[in-house]
């Protein structure tokens, strides 16, 4: 930034840019050097250090291969698709995206905010280190093998069962759901929440003391 404000101090010795400014004039700040749209979109395995926030960017594609070191913010975006093999160290935030389907392989090692989003399924062996949030989502059932480290919030979603070997490592809120019972074999560190409208038909089973 420093060196284009040297430039342009030139032409227009009263103009200084601000990293929010860039997007206006086509440009992108990664890892701290500023490159344009298209030369950020065609760098292959890609490693950004810190956050990658592209809310209402008009950035329209992922470099392949990107792995991303803090969280990744794409609402408001133009971004249709993610890239296959990506890797989010923090968060993965698409509420209000354009994003309609997740990558095989994606790893996310905080918390996934799909609320509201317009993805409608997941894809099988998902992990997720943080809390999965799938309030007001359209995806109606959840992949075999999901692990969600933290909270899994279903509150308001279309599903009406949860999978064999589901595991979660926090609470498990099921409120203003169509589901009625849980398997044998889920896991749940924490909590599992229901709505008082809930309680005449679940069955909770042996997980009955969990059940608030």
Do not use: C
């Amino acid at each position: 930034m420093q060196f284009l404000n040297k430039v342009l101090a030139k032409k227009l010795p009263k103009l200084k840019l601000q990293d929010s400014d860039l997007d206006n004039i086509g440009l992108i700040s990664i890892n701290g050097k500023k490159v344009t749209f298209e030369e950020f979109s065609k760098m292959e395995n890609l490693k950004v250090k810190g956050n990658l926030d592209l809310r209402y960017s008009t950035v329209k594609e992922l470099p392949s291969g990107l792995e991303v070191g803090g969280y990744l913010w794409l609402s408001g975006s133009k971004i249709k698709e993610l890239p296959s093999g990506l890797t989010v160290g923090g968060s993965l935030k698409l509420e209000g995206s354009m994003i309609t389907e997740l990558p095989k392989g994606l790893t996310v090692g905080r918390d996934l905010d799909l609320r509201r989003s317009t993805i409608k399924e997941l894809p099988s062996g998902l992990k997720v280190g943080g809390d999965l949030d799938l309030y007001g989502s359209k995806i109606k059932e959840l992949p075999l093998g999901l692990t969600v480290g933290g909270h899994l919030y279903l509150d308001g979603s279309k599903i009406k069962e949860l999978p064999s070997g589901l595991t979660v490592g926090g609470d498990l809120y099921l409120m203003r759901t169509a589901i009625k019972e849980l398997p044998e074999d889920l896991k749940v560190k924490g909590k599992i929440f229901i709505s008082k409208g809930m309680e005449k038909t679940f069955n909770a089973g042996k997980f009955k003391s969990k059940v608030h």
